[in-house]
């Protein structure tokens, strides 16, 4: 394959998998043309600029006092072609889902339809401002009314804090308002319980609420243990956290139990609902006892995220709870019409609603919350009908359950005897020789095109790989995923070596990542 053929080429790229890069070296670093890309503080100096501005005229007294910089700023001088290629180059090293399959654990990566970015790129819903008149943004008050009686319906709950800006910001809403509740009881508890299968913002969230975290034990079946959660229950417990389905993509078939034992015990069941996609449209959290949970409006209902946002995560909530969301809130009346509950009208609607004053805890934003997001998952939800969103719950179990089944054999699969898997499959690294890990089975898979599922989450399963296909992916693409993570396995099981210094084929191999979150350089040039 590497021999030069008559004219002296020879691929840079040989067909069989040595795992290196055939080729020479290149004099620049490029490779073809994917082009090496320095730092902007590399690649810009102080003393350019990209734009010409007339001199300063110093006679002038300064107007600007003591707020007049005194050092040089330090940032680097760019045109703009330059600026925009920087920033392309930088975006073609990026991967996301427009690119391929993107099987990221209890993310829900799944594809966001396009009608979702035209609407909502439409300027009464894209240019509305925070601030303008109420008189003038009714159009789009509806549409977070109308996203808002979705979710109650969906959810059989009673009304729903549409403010908050992601999932975590969600619990801590959710876990505010349990507060509130028991405050307003008289005594506002101190523990908050959380199974060890929960998702790390579940027992982030209940600490930073001022409660105290305590762990209750899972099943050797991957579910929460029934008996230890009704054993510690009392007095002092103010919430129990669960997540449904749980991070080992099981469903919690004790969940109407769970929440009794709860209530009788007087305490409130927060539900992590970020795996909502697996249950849409078959289970209404509201009949399993649920007073809280969370909506990832950026997973379930298709808004774009990843990289750190944007996100959208609704709270719903019980009857018991609803007096005590955030304002603005959203909640249903006795002749079942659901009313958008703004600053102006909360007094008055508390009282003839609520029967009391009002006990809102504040706020958990300024404003309404996100209106973009808002506006694709009301979009995808309206799409699909309440029938579509019934079968994308179906499919995206059935897609985990096929990758499960055709992995079972050569990877272990602590789970596979407890039933069939939600939305996403879980394995672990049971039977890996010569010192490989998950992680260098995940760096494999990089160099045979595929973005890794999650690892070493959750923290219950040893070297945890938990794949999310989610339901918009075609049956070729689970296939040719399964062909690939099929002999990356089977390499890690043999002890192949070559997986240690995977991957080959990245514009970078392996990362210090700890390093480069915490000492990142910037090549910021110092102005002295
Ligand atoms: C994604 C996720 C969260 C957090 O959601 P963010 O929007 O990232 O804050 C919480 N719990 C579970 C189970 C999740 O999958």
């Given at each position: 394959?590497n021999?030069p ?8 790229m040989?067909?069989?998998t ?12 490029n ?46 001088g ?22 391929g ?9 799944k ?15 894209a ?6 008149p ?10 977070i009314?109308?996203?808002?009686q ?47 299968s ?32 009704k ?13 449904n ?17 709860v ?58 709870l609803?007096?005590?969301?955030p ?40 404003f ?26 179906e ?34 690294d049971?039977g ?6 998950t ?28 794949v999310e ?17 099929r ?19 990245a514009?970078?191999s ?8 915490r ?10």
């Amino acid at each position: 394959m590497n021999a030069p053929n008559k004219s002296g080429w020879k691929p840079t790229m040989p067909a069989g998998t040595d795992g290196k890069f055939g080729g020479p070296a290149t004099t620049t670093g490029n490779k073809a043309l994917m082009l090496e890309e320095a730092l902007i503080f590399e690649i810009g100096t102080t003393e350019t600029t990209g734009v010409d501005l007339p001199d300063v005229d110093d006679s002038a007294p300064s107007r600007l006092g003591k707020f007049a910089r005194t050092d040089e700023i330090g940032l680097p001088g760019l045109s703009e072609p330059q600026t925009v290629r920087h920033y392309t180059r930088l975006s073609r090293q990026n991967y996301g889902i427009d690119l391929g399959f993107f099987p990221l654990g209890s993310c829900t990566m799944k594809h966001n339809p396009r009608l979702n970015e035209k609407v909502a790129r439409m300027p009464g819903f894209a240019d509305v401002h925070p601030l303008q008149p109420v008189d003038t943004v009714r159009g789009a008050l509806g549409v977070i009314n109308e996203l808002a009686q979705w979710l109650i319906k969906l959810t059989g709950m009673h009304g729903v804090a549409m403010s908050p800006k992601a999932g975590a910001h969600g619990e801590l809403c959710g876990i505010l308002c349990i507060r509130a509740a028991l405050e307003a009881r008289g005594n506002a508890r101190e523990v908050v319980l959380v199974p060890e299968s929960a998702h790390g913002t579940n027992p982030a969230t209940a600490a930073f609420a001022g409660y105290r975290v305590e762990n209750i034990p899972a099943t050797e079946g991957g579910r929460v243990d029934l008996e230890a959660l009704k054993a510690r229950l009392g007095p002092d417990v103010a919430a129990v956290m669960i997540t449904n389905p749980n991070t080992c993509g099981l469903f919690e078939p004790d969940m109407r139990a769970i929440s009794d034992a709860v209530h009788e015990a007087g305490g409130f069941v927060y539900c992590d609902g970020a795996n909502f996609n697996a249950i849409v449209g078959r289970v209404r959290p509201g009949d399993l006892g649920v007073d809280a949970m969370h909506i990832n409006l950026h997973k379930t209902f298709s808004t774009p995220h990843g990289g750190g946002g944007p996100g959208s995560g609704p709270v719903v909530l019980s009857e018991a709870l609803s007096p005590f969301g955030p304002l603005p809130y959203t909640a249903r009346t006795a002749d079942g019409v659901v009313h958008l509950v703004e600053e102006e009208s909360a007094e008055e609607f508390a009282k003839e609603h609520f029967g009391g004053p009002l006990q809102h805890f504040g706020r958990m934003t300024a404003f309404h919350g996100q209106m973009g997001m808002y506006t694709r998952a009301l979009t995808y939800m309206l799409s699909h009908g309440a029938d579509g969103l019934k079968q994308v719950a179906e499919d995206a179990v059935l897609n985990a359950n096929y990758i499960l089944r055709a992995m079972e054999d050569v990877l272990h699969a602590p789970y596979a005897d407890s039933g069939p898997c939600m939305h996403e499959a879980l394995f672990g690294d049971a039977g890996f020789e010569g010192g490989l890990s998950t992680l260098d089975l995940a760096k494999g898979l990089i160099d045979e095109g595929f973005h890794p599922m999650t690892v070493y989450f959750p923290l219950v399963v040893h070297g945890a790989m938990l794949v999310e296909p989610t339901e918009t992916e075609s049956k070729a693409a689970i296939d040719q995923f399964i062909t690939a993570f099929r002999s990356v396995a089977e390499r890690a099981k043999a002890g192949d070596e070559s997986l240690k210094a995977a991957p080959y084929y990245a514009p970078r191999s392996r990362l210090d990542e700890t390093m480069a979150a915490r000492k990142p350089h910037l090549g910021f040039i110092d102005p002295e």
